[in-house]
C-alpha cells in the first residue's frame, strides 16, 4: 500500500491564481482531512468528509473547497490564491474504529509546501 | 469552543537530558492521541490513551492520561538526537480530532 500520497509536493502561485492540491489514500478509509500548518505553527482542519459524497467545514475553511466522489480522492480547491494561504498542506485518512470513546488514528500524507507571492 | 493547549511551545535540552511536554483541555476528552512530527515531514501516530490514569510506555517515551482525562503529558527519558521533532497532542471534538500547536523539542550535543 502506498498510503496516503498528496500532489504536487512543492507548488508557487500568483495572487488570484486556482489550484486543486490532489490527495489519494489506497487503505479503504472512509474519512479524509485537510490541514494547514503554517511555519512553526500546529495543525489546522480546513475541511473534512465522513464518506464519498458527505464534506465538512473544519476551522478555517474559507477561501478553499473540497468534493469527495470517490472513497479515495478528496481534492482541495484554492480559487483565489492569498499570500495568507502560504503553508503547508497535509490530507490525511483515517478508519473508524466504531468503538465508543476510542478515535481512529490518522494517516498522514508527505504534504504540499504551497507558496502565494 | 474547546481547544487542546500544549506547553511549552520550545524545549532546549541536553542530549540525554529528559524532556516532558504537557497537554490540556478545557473540557473532558474520551481521549488523547499522541503525533510527532520530524523535521520536514509529516506527523506520524505514536499512541493513543482513553482510560482515566492511564499510562503507556514505548521504551524511553511515558504517555500519561489524566485522573479527570482533561490533561495529558508525553516524557521521553535520556533524549537521544533521533527524538528530535514536533510532539503534538489531538483530542477528538464532535466528530473532528483537534491538534495542540505542538512542542519543539531541540536537543544540544
Known amino acids: 500500500n502506498a498510503g496516503v500520497t498528496q500532489t504536487p509536493k512543492f507548488r508557487i502561485l500568483k495572487i488570484g491564481q486556482s489550484m486543486t492540491l490532489q490527495c489519494t489514500q489506497d487503505?479503504?478509509?472512509?474519512?479524509m482531512y485537510w490541514y494547514r500548518q503554517d511555519p512553526g505553527m500546529g495543525l489546522k482542519l480546513i475541511y473534512y468528509s465522513v464518506g464519498a459524497g458527505i464534506t465538512d467545514k473544519g476551522e478555517v475553511p474559507n477561501g478553499y473547497n473540497v468534493s469527495r466522489s470517490t472513497t479515495e480522492d478528496f481534492p482541495l480547491r484554492l480559487e483565489l490564491a492569498a499570500p495568507s494561504q502560504t503553508s503547508v498542506y497535509f490530507c490525511?485518512?483515517?478508519?473508524?474504529?466504531?468503538?465508543?470513546?476510542?478515535?481512529?488514528?490518522?494517516?498522514f500524507g508527505p504534504g504540499t509546501r504551497l507558496t502565494v507571492l | 469552543g474547546q481547544q487542546v493547549m500544549q506547553i511549552p511551545q520550545y524545549q532546549h535540552v541536553q542530549e540525554g537530558e529528559d524532556f516532558t511536554t504537557y497537554c490540556n483541555s478545557s473540557t473532558t476528552l474520551s481521549n488523547i492521541q499522541w503525533y510527532k512530527q520530524r523535521p520536514g515531514g509529516h506527523p506520524v501516530f505514536l499512541i493513543q490513551l482513553v482510560k482515566s490514569g492511564e499510562v503507556k510506555k514505548q521504551k524511553r517515551l511515558t504517555f500519561q492520561f489524566g485522573e479527570a482525562k482533561k490533561n495529558s503529558s508525553l516524557h521521553i527519558t535520556a533524549t537521544q538526537t533521533t527524538d528530535v521533532g514536533t510532539y503534538f497532542c489531538a483530542g477528538p471534538v464532535d466528530d473532528k480530532i483537534i491538534f495542540g500547536k505542538g512542542t519543539r523539542l531541540h536537543i544540544l550535543p
Open positions: 490525511a485518512s483515517s478508519y473508524p474504529t466504531l468503538v465508543a470513546g476510542v478515535a481512529d488514528t490518522q494517516y
Open positions: 487503505m479503504n478509509h472512509n474519512y
